[in-house]
T-cell receptor, first 117, second 114 residues
Framework: GAVVSQHPSWVICKSGTSVKIECRSL??????MFWYRQFPKQSLMLMAT?????????EQGVEKDKFLINHASLTLSTLTVTSAHPEDSSFYIC?????????????FGPGTRLLVL | AQSVTQLDSQVPVFEEAPVELRCNYS??????LFWYVQYPNQGLQLLLK??????LVESINGFEAEFNKSQTSFHLRKPSVHISDTAEYFC????????????FGTGTRLKVLA
């Protein structure tokens, strides 16, 4: 089956530093990837849609300069949390679409837990 | 715009009992419907999906869901649950055309008791 990986799975950083999270589709190409944020015991909140070769589309209320997204290739998208603060602590999940052009399937990564001290 | 409602935040049920997790959606256009399962500290896994055709869809581990257009529902059922089914279940929709954006419900925590 299709596999999506995320790295790192856990990260702890100091307030004010930047953190990069990678999302890779391991056995398929994905022109579209999504980045979600999940707070404890809550649903997934879509942050942005990442398209290979173009700028990401951010959801309303999500700061573009705070959450930098780069879809560098058909198998890799990165999310950089710049100048992280404790309120950025969360579970970040990416997903990749496989089979566009028809009913596609969204495959999720295992998530990255970010803790900002 | 689309929205998804999962009225039950938690559902406790004894092992081998049946369970139904409710999902209702709102959309002015046609949608695809999905159920995802999330185990603790993991990402989401697709459980089953309705795209078209038969309104009853089944998963390989005994879950089924029925698309009811008139009631705008996509409830998830299992006739006999196991301890290992304990997880968070999310219902989601996306429109059949346009963007690939998925809208998720708030989730239902299924806790299977011994």
């Amino acid at each position: 089956g299709a596999v999506v990986s995320q790295h790192p799975s856990w990260v702890i950083c100091k307030s004010g530093t930047s953190v990069k999270i990678e999302c890779r589709s391991l056995d398929f190409q994905a022109t579209t990837m999504f980045w979600y944020r999940q707070f404890p015991k809550q649903s997934l909140m879509l942050m942005a849609t990442s398209n290979e070769g173009s700028k990401a589309t951010y959801e309303q209320g999500v700061e573009k300069d705070k959450f930098l997204i780069n879809h560098a290739s058909l198998t890799l998208s990165t999310l950089t949390v710049t100048s992280a603060h404790p309120e950025d602590s969360s579970f970040y999940i990416c997903s990749a679409l496989r089979g566009q052009g028809g009913p596609e399937t969204q495959y999720f990564g295992p998530g990255t837990r970010l803790l900002v001290l | 715009a689309q929205s998804v409602t999962q009225l039950d935040s938690q559902v406790p049920v004894f092992e081998e009992a049946p369970v139904e997790l409710r999902c209702n959606y709102s959309s002015s256009v046609s949608v695809y419907l999905f159920w995802y399962v999330q185990y603790p500290n993991q990402g989401l896994q697709l459980l089953l999906k309705y795209l078209s055709g038969s309104t009853l869809v089944e998963s390989i581990n005994g879950f089924e869901a029925e698309f009811n257009k008139s009631q705008t529902s996509f409830h998830l059922r299992k006739p006999s649950v196991h301890i290992s089914d304990t997880a968070e279940y999310f219902c989601a929709v996306r429109t059949t055309s346009g963007t690939y954006k998925y809208i998720f419900g708030t989730g239902t925590r299924l806790k299977v008791l011994a």
